[in-house]
């Protein structure tokens, strides 16, 4: 099946997946952290759109909500919340360290052949739009991690964590049409109240060792031992 044999709907859907994807790179190839968070924010701009469409298309009022909870928490409050968090801690001029940018972008793109390898026979007789959503979740979820993998900074790795799940809700929204309200209630609640707590998880660690550099904690940490 080619592309022009899909309806508007199935080509919208492909649109915001690959529009999805690639703010997932550039999250991976960014190294300052309130372009970091904007991007982010992007990427939940993007998700509830996908979530509105589907609701549109598809007669399932309940994704509205869904939607808007997405565009107002991980397209507003949570990268409000991290941008005013970095200014305070004064880390918004502060360039992240990425160690070898060519090779972890060669890894996300590898991580993306291999989620399409990996979704192939899970959605043998599924539509293409599946596949691509399954696909392009897994490649998000995979780069997210591989993002938290790079990063030095905490801030960065709250990013990563919130565009896991990104991901997984993609995946949801698309493939299966959205989960009960009950549960998306409870994992929209569960996101906002990890951003918090991060946040004072932040200020807690900034006040003590006067940095949010990982590495310095593993250095803490061995000289412990």
Known sequence: MSITDLTLYQQAILLLAGLILLTSFLMLGQT????????????????????????????????????????????IVIPMLLYRLT?????????????????????????????????????????????NAIAVSLSVVLISMLLMINRRQAVAHVV?????????????????YGMPMVVELGVAFDVLVA??????????????????????LNTLHETEK
């Open 195 to 216: 951003a918090v707590v991060f946040g004072v998880f932040f200020f807690q660690i900034r006040a003590s060792i006067d940095s949010l550099n990982v590495d310095r």
């Open 87 to 131: 200014h305070r801690m004064g880390l918004h001029r502060h360039m992240d360290t990425i160690d070898h940018p060519t090779l972890g972008m060669m890894g996300g793109i590898g991580l993306v052949v291999f989620s399409y390898y990996v979704s192939l026979p899970v959605v043998a007789t599924s539509t293409l739009v599946t596949l």
């Open 160 to 176: 990563g964590f919130m565009s896991i799940e990104n991901g997984l809700f993609f995946a949801a929204v698309v493939s299966t």
């Open 32 to 75: 300052r952290l309130l372009r970091l968070i904007v991007i982010f924010a992007i990427q939940g701009c993007l998700l509830a759109a996908a979530t509105a469409l589907a609701a549109g298309v598809l007669a399932y009022p309940h994704l509205y909500i869904s939607a808007i909870l997405t565009l107002i928490l991980k397209g």
